[in-house]
């Protein structure tokens, strides 16, 4: 599980331009990983949002969560 602190580590790193940076000095094994660390991310925000609105209507008609294509 991942914590608060870990999550505002990685906000900061991002807001930082150093994820940018490393980026753009990174290889390419470097910069494929990033990519895919951004996209897992964007995929379980989508997730937690959905989580998040469950939790908040609970009881009203929400649509489940995303799955995997």
């Not at 964007?42 to 995997?68: C, H, Q, S, Y």
Request: aromatic share 8%.
């Amino acid at each position: 599980m991942l914590t608060v602190n870990e999550l505002t580590e990685l906000e900061n790193y991002i807001r930082s331009g150093e994820l940018e940076a490393d980026f753009k000095d990174g290889c390419e094994n470097d910069r494929f990983y990033l990519l895919e660390l951004l996209e897992k991310l964007m995929d379980v925000a989508e997730l937690a949002d959905a989580a998040a609105t469950r939790l908040i209507f609970k009881g009203l008609p929400v649509p489940p969560p995303p799955t995997d294509n």
